[in-house]
Nanobody, 125 residues
Framework: QVQLVESGGGLVQPGDSLKLSCAAS????????LAWFRQAPGKEREFVGA????????YYSDLVKGRFTVSRDNAKNTVYLQLNNLKPEDTAVYYC??????????????????WGQGTQVTVSS
């Protein structure tokens, strides 16, 4: 049974940084890529970034490329999302997501089977 638990969200000012964590359990396959999504009020859930099982490959939305970084520590079964130079438009609930065998770079949320509960990130001055 796959379980994903996000943490690390909060209220920050524009230009600040945050590091989100996603503790994953039940992942055992070398094709277990993990993705991050976000959803702002009144908007659809959108893809942020993803990372391969080994951590050697990543893929990002153009909206966050250069500001956000996905990494993972398989010894801790944890995937991270480093958010730098945050902007008010980054305000959203951030989710990690998984589907066994899904290729890296799949951006459609409907393709993912497992989701965490989300963690709120609010960027405001």
């Amino acid at each position: 049974q796959v379980q994903l638990v996000e943490s690390g969200g909060g209220l920050v000012q524009p230009g600040d940084s945050l590091k989100l964590s996603c503790a994953a359990s039940g992942l055992t396959n070398s094709r277990d890529n993990l993705a991050w999504f976000r959803q702002a009020p009144g908007k659809e859930r959108e893809f942020v970034g993803a990372i391969s099982w080994s951590g050697s490959r990543t893929y990002y939305s153009d909206l966050v490329k250069g500001r956000f970084t996905v990494s993972r520590d398989n010894a801790k079964n944890t995937v991270y999302l480093q958010l730098n130079n945050l902007k008010p438009e980054d305000t959203a609930v951030y989710y990690c997501a998984f589907r066994q065998g899904l290729l890296l770079g799949v951006t459609a949320s409907r393709q993912y089977d497992y989701w965490g509960q989300g963690t709120q990130v609010t960027v405001s001055s």
